[in-house]
């Protein structure tokens, strides 16, 4: 079974720093591109960045360039999601999201984490 | 403000048939890529229900079906149950912009 879960989130002041995990099990992760997702309070689904199953191939969504980074270690099936700088409209549920090569849906998910960013 | 749009809202009694616009573009839906959706339970992570316009996933009900027609996609609903009372979401990738979008969402109320 496919699980992916993710941690780090919590409450942060703006302008602050924060550091998601996602950890995969019961699918070969180092074959599998990789996602976050994000979701404000009552807010629908933003796309927020992308890499690609060796980690070469990274995009972020504009709203988030420049301050977040994503990378993994497919060693240690796990991905994370590096945000400095964070905002008040950072704030949602973040969500780690695969995406089979070729394809362009996102297809299993995570529970995903709460943050948080105070002003 | 998306590049792909969705009603906000959607309603149906129980057994009847819903169903869901998703309206695009050239750039996204209308290119190669085509439409996805998927069904989120209030609380809950979203889940796949239709990828490539009209695949569905290993369990998911056939009640689901997806279409595409140009730059737009749409998702019906059959015998409408109250479980599947929850938020829809179209997504597709935009070859303009470089990125993956979402529609805003379509809350479905079972009435």
């Known amino acids: 079974e496919v699980q992916l879960v993710e941690s780090g989130g919590g409450l942060v002041q703006s302008g602050g720093s924060l550091r998601l995990s996602c950890t995969a099990s019961g699918f070969t992760f180092g074959d599998s591109e990789m996602n976050w997702v994000r979701q404000a309070p009552g807010k629908g689904l933003e796309w927020v960045s992308y890499?690609?199953?060796?980690?070469?191939?990274?995009f972020y969504a504009d709203s988030v360039k420049g301050r977040f980074t994503i990378s993994r270690d497919n060693a240690k099936n796990s991905l994370w999601l590096q945000m400095n700088s964070l905002r008040a409209e950072d704030t949602a549920v973040y969500y780690c999201a695969t995406k089979t090569t070729g394809t362009s849906y996102f297809h299993y998910w995570g529970q995903g984490t709460l943050v948080t960013v105070s002003s | 403000q998306s590049v792909v749009t969705q009603p906000p809202s959607v309603s149906g009694a129980p057994g009847q048939r819903v169903t869901i616009s998703c309206t695009g573009s050239?750039?996204?839906?209308?290119?190669?890529?085509?439409a996805h959706w998927f069904q989120q339970v209030p609380g809950t992570a979203p889940k796949l229900l239709i990828y490539?316009?009209?695949n569905r996933p290993s369990g998911v009900p056939d009640r689901f079906s997806g279409s595409k027609s140009g730059t737009s996609a749409s998702l019906a609903i059959t015998g409408l149950q109250a479980e599947d009372e929850a938020d829809y979401y179209c997504?597709?990738?935009?070859?303009?912009?470089?990125?993956?979008?979402f529609g805003g969402g379509t809350k479905l109320t079972v009435l």
């Open positions: 890499i690609s199953s060796s980690g070469t191939t990274i």
């Open positions: 997504q597709s990738y935009d070859v303009s912009l470089s990125s993956w979008v």
């Open positions: 490539d316009n009209s």
């Open positions: 050239s750039s996204n839906i209308g290119a190669v890529y085509g």
